[in-house]
């Protein structure tokens, strides 16, 4: 992946502005940007890389514990099932469709 500069389309960006957040080429580096917090482009896509795959973790253990409570009211309802009472039952996917919602 390579990207262009935000002022100059024709230039590949070589620096990252930070306080700007944009990514430049190397003259806009020397001209607008020269006292601003930059860092390397290659860096940058790299650390956003990282943040990505931690972000995917994060949505996967979230996935897992969904997962997890959908065994858990499917396993639970299966045993009310068995008892034969269904009221109940119903009443049970009620509090468990409120419990989601208040989430
Ligand atoms: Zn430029
Ligand atoms: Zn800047």
Redesign the pocket.
């Known amino acids: 992946m390579s990207l262009g ?4 389309n024709d ?1 590949p960006a070589t620096v990252y502005c930070t306080s700007c957040k944009s990514a ?2 190397d ?2 580096t020397l001209a607008t940007h020269f006292d601003h917090d930059r860092q390397l482009i290659g860096e940058f896509v790299q650390q956003r890389r990282l943040e990505l795959r931690d972000h995917s973790v994060v949505v996967e253990h979230r996935q897992r514990q969904v997962d997890n409570e959908v065994e858990r009211v499917r396993r639970a309802s299966d045993k009310l099932i068995r008892t034969q009472s269904f009221s109940l039952y119903l009443d049970f996917l009620a509090l468990t469709l409120i419990h989601y919602r208040l989430r």
């Open positions: 500069c935000v002022r100059h230039r430049i080429c003259s806009c």
